[in-house]
Nanobody, 123 residues
Framework: EVQLAESGGGLVQPGGSLRLSCTAS????????MAWFRQAPGKEREGVAV???????YYADSVNGRFTISRDNAKNTAYLQMNNLRPEDTAMYYC?????????????????WGRGTQVTVSS
């Protein structure tokens, strides 16, 4: 059974940084696109960043220039480095994967999902 496990969330002050990790098991990791989504209470799930199997990254406008997505195929792990965090970044962050999907607008395009890790930005 494919599993995605997120870690690295927590409480951070505005302007601070966090690095999220997503480790996959029972998945041919190098053959899958990897994405991060987030969902705040009362809001729809939104795409944050996605990285292709070839390493090309795409970002939502709201995080472009502050967040960096990366992957380490040898470790079956994707990362989301988040800098200059803002209170509006507070949300549950989810890792997702799919063989083909590269869009950030349609979370339903992704086959596998983790359970999420909470990020709270507050002073």
């Amino acid at each position: 059974e494919v599993q995605l496990a997120e870690s690295g969330g927590g409480l951070v002050q505005p302007g601070g940084s966090l690095r999220l990790s997503c480790t996959a098991s029972e998945l041919k990791f190098s053959a899958y696109q990897m994405a991060w989504f987030r969902q705040a209470p009362g809001k729809e799930r939104e795409g944050v960043a996605v990285i292709s199997t070839g390493g090309t990254a795409y970002y939502a406008d709201s995080v472009n220039g502050r967040f960096t997505i990366s992957r380490d195929n040898a470790k079956n792990t994707a990362y989301l480095q988040m800098n200059n965090l803002r209170p509006e970044d507070t949300a549950m962050y989810y890792c997702a994967s799919d063989r083909n999907a590269l869009d950030l607008e349609f979370p339903q395009s992704y086959t596998y999902w983790g359970r999420g890790t909470q990020v709270t930005v507050s002073s």
